[in-house]
């Protein structure tokens, strides 16, 4: 059993329009808590690429298409930007729909680059899913390392921060506890690792082929 499952849903429904949603404000998202202090998951790969390789595969890929369709969470089906340029700069935002018809906000907190290391946090909030509500926001973050070996390591964290007025949250460390085993060590966990590989993929396939 799924925790979308405990939470009685279905199945995807169609997607609606990529809009914000009714009632959308332009106000800035949730001051995030150190991750410390938030239910987070790590997950982490190795590809065999560049560090550059890897970035410019990351760069070309659709949201919608680096995320792995998933037997028990909605799909990505589109984003819209909500401010000017690309979404690649901190206070970049975007709304990202899901097939589900639910939507949700997210903004750029840290994109930074150097030869050997390069971050890309966001978090995610506004959730207009009914299966989300346990959930105030997410903060996920990359951090892609060179190897001296010319590979990449990938380290992913995911971090959400309980809604304490609804279940499980309400129950305080229990509640944490029970969305960690229910959801994001179960779908979760999987949906990470999935989009992980399909980037190690596509940024091999680049490697191997000489693209820069």
Not at 3 to 17: D, F, H, I, K, Q
Not at 152 to 177: E, I, S
Request: proline letters at 9%; hydrophobic letters at 40%.
């Amino acid at each position: 059993m799924t925790w979308l499952a405990m939470l009685g849903v279905s199945g995807p429904a169609v997607a609606a329009p990529c809009v914000p949603p009714v009632g959308y404000s332009k106000a800035p998202p949730p001051a995030p808590l150190p991750v410390e202090r938030l239910v987070s998951r790590v997950e982490t790969i190795r590809i065999k690429a560049p560090l550059p390789v890897v970035l410019a595969s990351i760069a070309e890929t659709k949201l919608e298409d680096a995320i792995p369709p998933q037997k028990n969470l909605p799909s990505v089906t589109g984003t819209r930007l909500l401010t000017p340029g690309a979404f690649d700069f901190p206070g970049a935002r975007r709304i990202v729909c899901l097939s589900d018809g639910s939507t949700l906000m997210e903004q750029l907190l840290e994109n930074r680059a150097s030869a050997t290391e390069a971050r890309f946090r966001y978090i995610v909030w506004n959730y207009t899913s009914a299966t989300a509500r346990p959930i105030s926001y997410a903060v996920g973050d990359f951090v892609r390392t060179q190897l001296l070996t010319g590979e990449t390591h990938v380290r992913w964290t995911y971090a959400f921060k309980m809604n304490r007025t609804r279940l499980p949250g309400v129950l305080g460390f229990v509640g944490d506890q029970l969305f960690r085993w229910w959801f994001l060590d179960g779908d979760y966990a999987q949906m990470m690792r999935a989009t992980l590989a399909a980037d190690k993929q596509r940024a091999e396939k680049r490697a191997s082929k000489g693209r820069p």
